[in-house]
């Protein structure tokens, strides 16, 4: 009788639970962002695939338990992201419409960019002084080590600018105290011999830099009408919108309150200057390199740090890209196969259940 009762709790105890692993294993809700792009130029099947490619390694570098799906129709890319941490979600934005093109640039002239990246460490949050700061420690090969060596010899305290996705064969048009300041030495490390900021920028992107006088606008139409594209920095919408109507690509930097160091990095995309080290400065191939920047919260320190992150760990975009949408919901995961482990946990317990059922009946049979 007692072996009887014993059994028959064990049985109704394995099948119960094998029912709750069931029941668990459905009743599991995933995150689901669903990212509708489209580009923003002409582009070509190859183009598009490749740009595919770029954002998946890019979410998958901020998230990596992500799952991602990729689709093409007409001219649009739909990127279906799974189990992507809520804390996330909200990088999505930047990591998808940034270009993404990282220069190395000394004296005016480009040493790497993000083909010579070849290791990129996670980004490391600390403390400092009541900021946050973010780093991430990167490697560029061999031969992009050996011009960076070379290019430094002897120029110990120069100043390096590192760019991410700056502005590239165009007009820049500042406020004129914004162009006096990366006129002078403010960009420059402290080293008396280094040129300006306004010569390196010129020179490693071709761009050009006028100051904006209300006596000088027509000259400035004529020049943005030859580059087609002006970029604007601290001068007010109404330029902008006249530009714009002569059909010139307009790009606006303008924030009354900002801190004028701020708003020329952020429009320049300049991190940096870094000073060069005495020990970096022999002729020797310098391997590894740190980006870094400040942030007021943890927060905004780690989303900085994972979007640099994510345009290290990839190649640039072919084409630029607009955001059509981005949804989120959150859907049952029925569209990924169950685990071995689960089933065959589950599976073990049920098949355990029904081994027993005859042994308790034979039993019972035997006791009668």
């Not at 007010?236 to 307009?250: A, D, F, P, S, Y």
């Amino acid at each position: 009788m007692v072996v009887r009762r014993i059994l028959l709790t064990i049985i109704i105890m394995l099948l119960v639970f094998s029912m709750v692993l069931q029941f668990n294993a459905a009743s599991k809700t995933i995150n689901v962002v669903v990212i509708t792009v489209k580009a923003a130029e002409n582009s070509t099947v190859e183009e598009l695939r490749s740009t595919m490619a770029i954002l998946a390694d890019r979410i998958h570098a901020v998230s990596p338990q992500s799952r991602v799906r990729e689709e093409i129709h007409g001219g649009r890319i739909t990127l279906i992201v799974e189990d992507m941490e809520d804390n996330k979600t909200a990088l999505l934005n930047e990591v998808v419409t940034k270009r993404g093109g990282v220069y190395v640039e000394f004296q005016g002239r480009v040493i790497a960019t993000n083909s010579d990246v070849v290791n990129v460490s996670n980004p490391i949050i600390e403390n400092l002084n009541g900021k946050w700061m973010w780093r991430i420690p990167f490697r560029i090969s061999d031969d992009a080590a050996r011009r960076f060596g070379n290019a430094v010899k002897g120029k110990a305290g120069y100043p390096v600018d590192i760019f991410v996705d700056p502005p590239e064969n165009c007009l820049i048009i500042m406020a004129p105290e914004l162009y006096r300041m990366i006129s002078s030495s403010t960009f420059n490390a402290m080293a008396p011999g280094s040129i300006s900021l306004l010569e390196r920028i010129r020179l490693a992107f071709n761009v050009i830099a006028v100051p904006y006088f209300p006596e000088n606008e027509s000259r400035i139409k004529e020049l943005a009408e030859k580059s087609k594209k002006a970029v604007l920095i601290g001068i007010t919408w109404r330029l902008g919108e006249e530009l714009r109507m002569k059909g010139i690509t307009v790009v606006s930097f303008n924030e009354p309150n900002e801190n004028p160091s701020h708003l020329i990095r952020r429009a320049l995309g300049l991190f940096g200057p870094y000073s060069i080290g005495e020990g970096l400065t022999k002729g020797r191939p310098v391997k590894d390199m740190m980006i870094t920047g400040l942030a007021p919260t943890r927060e905004e320190a780690l989303k900085d740090g994972l979007i640099l992150y994510a345009m290290l760990s990839s190649n640039p975009l072919p084409v630029r890209l607009e955001v059509i949408s981005i949804e989120h919901t959150t859907t049952a995961p029925t569209l990924k196969a169950p685990s071995g482990k689960r089933i065959c946990g589950t599976g073990s317990l049920m098949l355990l259940s029904v081994f027993l059922i005859p042994v308790f009946c034979r039993n019972r049979r035997g006791r009668q």
